[in-house]
């Protein structure tokens, strides 16, 4: 009996804190899918970074050799000072001192990486007051991209989403969920195809050293604004049309990242991922005031049919003479006529 009544209380308890539960579930799985990609990455790159630290000891150990003139410490001087300036973008090759990374076209790039919080860190303002207005244009810029997509998404939503899944569903009368389920499928393969897939043949074939593979990363990493750094398009030293290659790449990531998140709210409007949602979200509660206005409105409600209770009894007072008149059987009783 007691063992009963204890897991019936458990199972109450579970229910009445049921999203709780799902909320703790869903921290958990986030922590463990973190972990997930933290030993993969581990067991994956790992060994090719040490192969990489081995190489480049080979070669500055071969190259302090053949050149018994030329000490460690100033090799090392020289290569951090060129690894600093990289890191701003500014490289020493000779193959490279053409490209000038902030004249107009690079800083329009330079620009839409900041205000799409993409960021490929491949450049970086380099004196003080470029970095100060980079805050300043940032802490304007983001939000007005922001409100700007906003603005932009919720229109074409209107007219592809919403609108064809209501007329297909008015017109055929399919069931509306199945009608948002695939129209959600064939809009997000036309968006893998349009951006992602033909973009990334484009930037093979413009771009010697990228493959596909290489090009598919990219076009992933930017738009969906990770922007690691370790493919810029256009950087390469015999670059053609570099100028009109960068304003194209620009208007790429724009378009892609609007039609990005066209196609997740698509899916976010999901009547299935709605439930989904709601599994992990808090219930609503009606706030304090509109029970308090529930309360007066139930007062004011029995007041009025209290009165209404009493209304008969003052009207049936007000129907009576305010003098009683008495009844006279003939007109010899009138004092009048008398």
């Known amino acids: 009996?007691?063992?009963?009544?204890?897991?019936?209380?458990?199972?109450r308890l579970i229910q009445s804190h049921k999203s709780m539960w799902y909320f703790v579930c869903?921290?958990?799985?986030?922590?463990?899918?973190?972990?997930?990609?933290?030993?993969?990455?581990?067991s994956v790159e790992l060994p090719y970074e040490d192969l990489l630290r081995q190489e480049l000891r080979a070669i500055k150990k071969q190259f302090l050799q053949e050149n018994g003139c030329l000490s460690e410490e100033r090799l090392e001087r020289?290569?951090?000072?060129?690894?600093?300036?990289?890191?701003?973008g500014v490289s020493i090759?000779?193959?490279?001192?053409?490209?000038?990374?902030?004249?107009?076209?690079?800083?329009?790039?330079?620009?839409?990486?900041?205000?799409s919080t993409t960021g490929y860190g491949h450049t970086a303002p380099l004196s003080d007051g470029g970095k100060a207005?980079?805050?300043?244009?940032?802490?304007?810029?983001?939000?007005?991209?922001?409100?700007?997509?906003?603005?932009?998404?919720?229109?074409?939503?209107?007219?592809?989403?919403?609108?064809?899944?209501?007329?297909?569903?008015t017109r055929w009368g399919f069931s509306k969920?199945?009608?948002?389920?695939?129209?959600?499928?064939?809009?997000?393969?036309?968006?893998?195809?349009?951006?992602?897939?033909?973009?990334?043949?484009?930037?093979?074939?413009?771009?010697?050293?990228?493959?596909?593979l290489e090009s598919f990363y990219f076009c992933f990493i930017s738009l969906s604004t990770i922007g690691l750094g370790d493919y810029v398009p256009g950087e390469a030293a015999n670059q053609k049309f570099r100028e009109l290659y960068k304003v194209g790449t620009t208007v790429y990531l724009l378009l892609g990242l609007i039609v990005m998140l066209v196609v997740l709210e698509?899916?976010?409007?999901?009547?299935?991922?709605?439930?989904?949602?709601?599994?992990?979200?808090?219930?609503?509660?009606?706030?304090?005031?509109?029970i308090n206005i529930l309360e007066h409105d139930h007062l004011s409600f029995a007041s009025v049919s209290d009165n209404t209770d009493i209304t008969p009894t003052h009207t049936e007072d007000k129907t009576q003479t305010f003098v009683s008149v008495p009844v006279l059987a003939s007109l010899n009783d009138d004092p009048m006529i008398q």
Not at 108 to 114: G, H, N, Q, R
Request: proline share 3%.
């Open 1 to 11: 009996m007691l063992q009963s009544l204890a897991s019936n209380s458990c199972v």
């Open 266 to 290: 698509t899916f976010y409007e999901l009547q299935q991922l709605k439930q989904l949602r709601k599994m992990f979200y808090l219930k609503k509660e009606k706030p304090q005031d509109n």
């Open 133 to 169: 207005f980079c805050i300043i244009y940032s802490v304007i810029g983001i939000p007005f991209t922001l409100l700007f997509l906003t603005a932009v998404v919720q229109r074409i939503m209107v007219f592809s989403t919403r609108r064809p899944i209501v007329y297909i569903h």
């Open 26 to 42: 869903l921290v958990l799985g986030y922590l463990l899918y973190l972990i997930f990609g933290a030993v993969v990455f581990s």
């Open 177 to 212: 969920p199945l009608v948002a389920i695939v129209h959600a499928t064939v809009l997000g393969i036309l968006a893998v195809s349009c951006f992602f897939l033909i973009p990334s043949a484009i930037f093979s074939a413009l771009e010697e050293n990228w493959n596909f």
């Open 93 to 115: 090759l000779n193959n490279a001192s053409a490209n000038w990374n902030w004249d107009f076209t690079a800083s329009l790039f330079f620009a839409s990486t900041v205000l």
């Open 78 to 88: 020289f290569l951090k000072k060129a690894l600093e300036a990289n890191t701003y």
